[in-house]
């Protein structure tokens, strides 16, 4: 394994899920290297667009982050965009897609909605364990039931959808539906505060996930119809 690139790597995954943009000093402590090797570590990844400075110094995830999460599960994302908008401007919350990636839930496409609320940013990149947040517990209760699971996987599992409070970022909860046979979910997220009904935001959720299902058949049908001909 080349330790640089697994270096760079780390430095990239903590900037883009860190809830305070951290400074060189921070990556250089947190990676175990001197300042000069974290500089030039985020220097390299702020050529290639993937990270950018603040004005303090302080590390940013950058657009080029967001071209890479776009270009992951292309079809997927393809056949998602157009029913997360739809979702986020239905509901009047930020709507995203989450892929499952070994033992962690990635977001690869968020949306907020239009509008002159203030809305929770949810932005590309963002992973978390597979067993937390109502994503994870969503894309585990598209599986067969497993006797180590957790009660809410196997309570998503019977009525449809997930939810989850606190357990990705404090003070946030999440609402998600699987979309089944892509080890993949849609969800929406709002301040726990708000005290909004998760079922009834579940119901335009699934209606959402469904389409994207669909939306899916109807590509493949197509292609597989295509090739046989």
Known sequence: MSQTLSRGLTAL?????AVTPPSIETVAD???????????????LEHHGLIERASDGACLPAAGLAVLARSVAGELHAASIEELTALANTVGLT?????RNRNEAVTVESVEPVGPLVNVSYKPGVRHPVDR???????LA????????????????????????????????????????EAA?????????????????????IHAATRIERRLAAWRDQRAHAVET
């Open 95 to 99: 709507a995203f897609l989450v892929v």
């Open 13 to 17: 995954e903590m900037i883009a899920q």
């Open 185 to 205: 979910a849609i969800s929406v997220v709002h301040l726990a505060a708000d005290g909004r009904d998760h079922s009834e935001l579940a119901i335009h959720v």
């Open 30 to 44: 947190d990676l175990g290297v001197h300042r000069s090797i974290a500089y030039r570590i985020v220097r390299t």
């Open 133 to 139: 947040g109502g994503p994870g517990i969503a894309i």
């Open 142 to 181: 598209a599986d067969p039931p497993n006797v180590d699971e957790r009660p809410e996987v196997t309570a998503a599992r019977t009525r449809g959808w997930a939810e989850s409070t606190g357990e990705v970022i404090p003070g946030m909860a999440s609402v998600a539906a699987p979309l089944v046979g």
